[in-house]
Protein backbone atom coordinates (compact mmCIF):
# COMPACT_ATOMS: atom_id res chain seq x y z
CA UNK A 1 0.00 0.00 0.00
CA UNK A 2 0.72 3.60 -0.09
CA UNK A 3 2.49 5.18 2.85
CA UNK A 4 1.89 8.61 3.64
CA UNK A 5 4.37 10.76 5.81
CA UNK A 6 3.28 13.70 7.64
CA UNK A 7 6.34 15.94 6.96
CA UNK A 8 4.44 19.70 8.90
CA UNK A 9 1.16 19.55 11.30
CA UNK A 10 -0.44 16.77 13.06
CA UNK A 11 -2.98 14.96 10.73
CA UNK A 12 -5.56 12.65 11.87
CA UNK A 13 -8.70 10.51 10.05
CA UNK A 14 -11.71 10.64 11.15
CA UNK A 15 -14.84 8.83 9.64
CA UNK A 16 -12.55 8.29 6.45
CA UNK A 17 -11.99 11.87 6.20
CA UNK A 18 -8.41 13.30 6.80
CA UNK A 19 -8.06 16.74 8.51
CA UNK A 20 -5.56 18.52 10.63
CA UNK A 21 -6.18 17.86 14.04
CA UNK A 22 -2.91 20.38 14.86
CA UNK A 23 -1.99 22.26 12.75
CA UNK A 24 1.19 23.93 12.50
CA UNK A 25 0.88 27.76 12.22
CA UNK A 26 2.23 28.32 8.63
CA UNK A 27 2.38 25.44 6.41
CA UNK A 28 1.25 21.39 6.72
CA UNK A 29 1.70 18.86 4.37
CA UNK A 30 1.58 15.11 4.41
CA UNK A 31 3.19 13.49 1.56
CA UNK A 32 3.94 9.88 -0.29
CA UNK A 33 6.42 9.07 -2.52
CA UNK A 34 5.65 8.39 -6.44
CA UNK A 35 9.10 7.39 -7.26
CA UNK A 36 9.08 9.95 -10.48
CA UNK A 37 8.73 13.55 -10.99
CA UNK A 38 5.64 13.17 -13.61
CA UNK A 39 2.53 12.18 -11.29
CA UNK A 40 -1.32 12.92 -10.21
CA UNK A 41 -3.78 13.70 -7.46
CA UNK A 42 -7.02 14.01 -6.91
CA UNK A 43 -8.91 14.16 -3.75
CA UNK A 44 -12.03 15.76 -2.66
CA UNK A 45 -11.12 18.99 -0.64
CA UNK A 46 -13.00 21.14 1.62
CA UNK A 47 -12.88 24.02 4.12
CA UNK A 48 -11.97 27.90 4.35
CA UNK A 49 -8.75 28.14 4.19
CA UNK A 50 -5.95 27.29 1.90
CA UNK A 51 -6.64 23.94 1.37
CA UNK A 52 -5.48 21.60 -1.72
CA UNK A 53 -3.13 19.11 -3.24
CA UNK A 54 0.88 19.23 -3.82
CA UNK A 55 2.81 17.52 -6.95
CA UNK A 56 6.60 17.47 -6.92
CA UNK A 57 6.54 17.96 -3.48
CA UNK A 58 10.43 18.00 -2.49
CA UNK A 59 10.73 20.31 1.05
CA UNK A 60 8.44 23.21 1.78
CA UNK A 61 10.93 25.46 -0.52
CA UNK A 62 10.31 23.09 -3.53
CA UNK A 63 7.00 22.04 -4.84
CA UNK A 64 3.90 22.77 -7.07
CA UNK A 65 -0.05 22.96 -5.39
CA UNK A 66 -3.55 23.73 -6.35
CA UNK A 67 -4.59 25.95 -3.65
CA UNK A 68 -8.53 27.14 -2.82
CA UNK A 69 -8.26 31.00 -2.71
CA UNK A 70 -11.56 31.22 -0.90
CA UNK A 71 -13.70 34.51 -1.03
CA UNK A 72 -11.97 34.89 -4.78
CA UNK A 73 -13.37 32.47 -6.61
CA UNK A 74 -10.53 30.48 -7.72
CA UNK A 75 -7.43 28.10 -7.14
CA UNK A 76 -4.56 29.19 -7.54
CA UNK A 77 -1.72 27.02 -9.36
CA UNK A 78 1.60 27.45 -7.64
CA UNK A 79 4.64 26.75 -8.38
CA UNK A 80 7.28 27.41 -5.39
CA UNK A 81 11.13 27.03 -6.43
CA UNK A 82 13.79 27.44 -3.79
CA UNK A 83 11.88 29.58 -1.71
CA UNK A 84 10.41 31.82 -4.34
CA UNK A 85 6.43 31.17 -4.89
CA UNK A 86 4.84 32.60 -8.37
CA UNK A 87 1.46 31.83 -9.18
CA UNK A 88 1.60 29.96 -12.44
CA UNK A 89 -2.45 29.92 -13.13
CA UNK A 90 -5.49 29.88 -11.71
CA UNK A 91 -8.83 27.49 -12.37
CA UNK A 92 -12.37 28.88 -11.69
CA UNK A 93 -13.96 27.63 -7.89
CA UNK A 94 -17.19 25.88 -8.31
CA UNK A 95 -19.95 26.70 -5.76
CA UNK A 96 -19.67 24.43 -3.69
CA UNK A 97 -18.00 24.01 0.19
CA UNK A 98 -16.43 20.22 -0.90
CA UNK A 99 -14.80 19.88 -4.61
CA UNK A 100 -13.09 17.33 -6.37
CA UNK A 101 -9.82 18.71 -7.30
CA UNK A 102 -7.04 16.92 -9.48
CA UNK A 103 -3.49 17.92 -9.98
CA UNK A 104 -1.48 16.37 -12.56
CA UNK A 105 2.01 16.84 -13.80
CA UNK A 106 4.00 15.33 -16.48
CA UNK A 107 7.63 16.30 -18.14
CA UNK A 108 6.29 20.14 -19.28
CA UNK A 109 2.64 20.07 -18.72
CA UNK A 110 0.43 20.60 -15.47
CA UNK A 111 -3.03 19.92 -15.80
CA UNK A 112 -5.24 21.22 -12.73
CA UNK A 113 -8.66 20.56 -12.59
CA UNK A 114 -11.41 21.55 -9.82
CA UNK A 115 -15.12 19.98 -10.65
CA UNK A 116 -15.86 20.67 -14.50
CA UNK A 117 -13.07 23.60 -14.66
CA UNK A 118 -10.05 22.85 -15.84
CA UNK A 119 -6.37 24.65 -16.48
CA UNK A 120 -3.11 23.88 -18.61
CA UNK A 121 0.03 25.53 -17.77
CA UNK A 122 3.69 25.13 -19.16
CA UNK A 123 5.95 23.83 -16.23
CA UNK A 124 10.03 23.54 -15.99
CA UNK A 125 11.18 20.30 -15.98
CA UNK A 126 13.17 21.20 -13.28
CA UNK A 127 11.02 22.13 -10.54
CA UNK A 128 10.62 20.09 -7.22
CA UNK A 129 11.09 16.28 -6.48
CA UNK A 130 9.08 13.03 -6.08
CA UNK A 131 6.23 13.47 -3.55
CA UNK A 132 2.84 14.28 -4.13
CA UNK A 133 0.67 15.21 -1.29
CA UNK A 134 -2.51 17.20 0.62
CA UNK A 135 -1.22 20.92 1.44
CA UNK A 136 -2.66 23.39 3.93
CA UNK A 137 -1.23 26.79 4.59
CA UNK A 138 -1.95 30.04 6.23
CA UNK A 139 -5.41 30.86 7.85
CA UNK A 140 -8.34 28.79 8.45
CA UNK A 141 -6.35 25.99 8.24
CA UNK A 142 -8.51 23.92 10.63
CA UNK A 143 -11.64 23.77 8.67
CA UNK A 144 -9.81 21.95 5.73
CA UNK A 145 -10.54 18.32 4.99
CA UNK A 146 -9.62 15.75 2.13
CA UNK A 147 -11.51 12.44 1.16
CA UNK A 148 -11.20 9.93 -1.36
CA UNK A 149 -7.49 11.40 -1.73
CA UNK A 150 -5.47 9.35 -4.85
CA UNK A 151 -2.05 9.50 -6.34
CA UNK A 152 -0.43 7.85 -8.98
CA UNK A 153 2.92 8.13 -10.52
CA UNK A 154 2.10 9.24 -13.93
CA UNK A 155 1.66 6.25 -17.01
Known amino acids: ?3 WDA ?3 TWAIQIGVVHLSKPDP ?4 VTSDAGSSDMSISANVGGNGLCGVTV ?4 PDNYL ?6 GFGVWNIIQVVNGKETSIG ?17 PDLVTASVGVFRTEVAVST ?5 KLGL ?3 GGAMETCTWDDAVGRQAA
Do not use: H, K, Q
Not at 26 to 29: L, P, S
Not at 90 to 106: C, F, H, I, K
Open 1 to 3: GVT
Open 7 to 9: ERG
Open 26 to 29: FFNV
Open 56 to 59: RYRD
Open 65 to 70: ALLRAN
Open 90 to 106: TVSDVAATNVDVRLEVG
Open 126 to 130: AAGGS
Open 135 to 137: IAR
